[in-house]
């Protein structure tokens, strides 16, 4: 993934969900000089807003002080500022002060009370350099837009150790005949490993940090606004990964503003914005996986056939964060009796749901050249190993494990565990 | 750890238990030419042995027909064969047979049925040159000896990304002033990431081969050996980690031949055996962390005060797993909110037992200089960066994470992430 600029799409201007003003500016977080203060709000009276916040016990200052707004708002926030560079994370009772003073800047320029939520991602046990970000909320607010090159501002203001800016927008058409617009940002390269919202049934590794924000102008209820949202993060945010650690800032943000101008989406329409905004959640999560820290391959892991939605999710998350695997994919290596050990170990319930004799696991070559298979029903087959190294070549790679039993699936997005990987963190605060 | 050979250690003859002959020789698995088949065998009349195997799902052949072994003989194998090379997991009813040949060809040696134990380590998905290793096991039984250098050949023979062959041998004096011996070998780099044993309440990523060896001529009943193996694994192989894998392969085995001369051990002698065998078994687990693949630290993770031993276990067991942390570790950088995030997140009940303000944390300078506070009481302390650079540089580290709330510990062993990790796994097959 050498050139990861590739990833950066154009905006259509009329994509770009209406009555939301952006922008960044450079406060002084960063040493660097590159942009690492942002706010986002919506212009219009009313507006509802949703969250998922990291299951961390440590959280972040930002987190904790986003809940308490979104609780007193009673889910109708409509403003978002976000710094890089420092994450206020573990900075005691002054990180919680610094978080409120952040979010009441905003609130004062938008002439309204708790109406702005916080994030911040960096450097996690810093406090935050608070005058310069104060001194720079009045003159940033000022010169929000609505425009794409904001928006493009605000995604780089999103930047930690991130290559790109993580920015896509698009027009849902919803059954009825309305159109609503979506945009979306997000940033995350590494402690990828999310577990946000409400506690689910599905046993997890809980372990990433990841940011996102996604804008709509279409007029959705808070309550059904959430429901989207924790629907699309655990399909998405939720099932990717970088590195397995969660941070103690994961966050993601919905904004529904109806600029759209329409009545509150219901039914159909209602079910629709959930599904295509599901995928638009994917489609951002991956840019995350796409820019892992290191990243040199593309991983989809898809466990097919299994005897619950839940099993699959644990199967495909425990191949994915796998460090052999993840090093043999590195490396190139058709190594896939890593894979089948990382199926193994695969933390679910005694006695395991997983019959050895009915697994197979083939690679899918995103070439679009005929499966290889791996394993067929627990035994070994004669691999190709000329082709497997071939398509092993391929940025794309595609893992199918079939449990052979049941009929639920679940996909999990990774990357590789290369050297640079390595580097970044060995020596990220310097 | 440039010089890991340092860790091998000359035995003294008279600490090596009696009546067991060893021995290794190079029968083929290995391309190198390099000792790749082991055998060790008592040559009392009666011999107990007991076993800690993998709960990997996908049991490798060895380890399925070693349990076997040990049911129908009832705990009395008295001999052990072992490859690495091949690890003859994910092998099919071919790799069954196969290691049923190994074990079947030992035990027309020893003129037994079902006395002989079978491990194997190496590649997994592929099949034992067993033509080879049959050819070999007669001139190989007939070759073994009761010396130490045996015992080192046989080291030897267990590894494969080892940088050192792992022995270990001691007397241990019991209250009633007999003396009994006690011999160890492991072998382990990665994969490692160990969970065997009975069903524990504590909680796990369950995820590394590990093998691992224990000849006593103490006189120990079948039942009284398992029990005391498993205390001793669940306090030394289970907590170690390298990186986060558990194998397929995963097995620790203990014989008992009784040549000491006494009656069988029971009461103090038997209390006193376990825990000083737990503190050996301790010694030889750490042996794998040292020669953890590409590691360049030793790192204890000691957790204190806390609720129960099952929440010190998991907390420590989380940081010392977390790629951020070890990577932070490698790059000397203390990034100590990496390990504050990792405590974070630890897969625990809900509610958390957790009080993020009672957590103390510190590093404890190996070289004997006073602890350097990071974190008090969920406060962060103002870090002296020169004075934690400089202890960072030690190789060895020492981690302590205070709950504040109860008055158990647990210890957790695991060494750095670094560059040359990623060399050896993205390269392991050719």
Chains 1, 2 share one sequence.
Not at 100 to 122: C, I, N, P, R, Y
Not at 178 to 204: E, F, L, Q, T, W
Not at 325 to 330: M, Q, R, W
């Amino acid at each position: 993934m050498s050139s990861k600029t590739r990833f950066i799409q154009a905006l259509a201007q009329d994509t770009l969900p209406r009555a939301f003003r952006v922008g960044a500016t450079h406060s002084g977080v960063k040493k660097n000089g590159a942009l690492d203060l942002g706010i986002l709000h919506s212009t219009t009276a009313r507006c509802t807003s949703a969250a998922s916040f990291t299951q961390n016990v440590f959280k972040a200052a930002p987190v904790v002080w986003s809940s308490e707004v979104l609780q007193k708002g009673n889910g109708t926030a409509k403003a978002l500022i976000v710094n890089s560079g420092c994450a206020n994370a573990v900075t005691g009772q002054q990180g919680l002060k610094d978080a409120q003073t952040m979010s009441a800047g905003v609130d004062e320029m938008l002439k309204e009370k708790d109406s702005t939520l916080v994030m911040s991602t960096g450097v996690i046990g810093q406090l935050l350099p608070i005058k310069k970000i104060t001194d720079s909320i009045a003159p940033l607010f000022n010169a929000t837009k609505e425009d794409g090159e904001s928006w493009m501002s605000l995604a780089k203001a999103f930047m930690t150790t991130d290559t790109f800016p993580k920015l896509r927008a698009k027009t849902l058409s919803l059954p009825s005949g309305r159109n609503v617009r979506v945009a979306g940002i997000d940033k995350g390269a590494g402690m990828i490993h999310p577990h946000m919202g409400p506690p689910s049934s599905i046993p997890r590794l809980p372990h990433g940090t990841l940011l996102g924000v996604i804008a709509t102008d279409a007029p959705v209820a808070s309550a059904d606004l959430q429901s989207v949202l924790d629907h699309a993060v655990d399909r998405s945010f939720n099932s990717i990964s970088v590195d397995g650690d969660m941070s103690t800032n994961d966050t993601i943000l919905a904004f529904a503003n109806g600029a759209e101008g329409g009545s509150q989406l219901t039914g159909e329409d209602l079910a629709s914005f959930k599904s295509q905004l599901t995928d638009f959640a994917i489609e951002l999560a991956q840019l995350v996986v796409r820019d892992g820290e290191g990243a040199t391959k593309f991983v989809t892991v898809n466990v097919e056939n299994a005897p619950s939605y839940a099993v699959a999710q644990v199967v495909a998350r425990t191949v994915a964060t796998s460090s052999l695997v993840k090093t043999a994919l590195y490396g190139q290596d058709a190594n896939w009796g890593r894979i089948l050990c990382a199926v193994g170990y695969a933390p679910l319930d005694k006695p395991s749901p997983i019959n050895p004799s009915k697994v197979t696991v083939k690679f899918r070559p995103t070439d679009g050249s005929p499966d290889i298979a791996l394993l067929t029903n627990g035994e070994p087959e004669q691999v190709d190993e000329a082709r497997a190294a071939e398509v092993l070549k391929l940025e794309d790679l595609d893992i199918r494990i079939d449990l052979g039993q049941g009929t639920e699936k679940a996909q999990y997005w990774t990357c590789d565990l290369s050297h640079e990987y390595v580097t970044i963190n060995g020596d990220y605060r310097s």
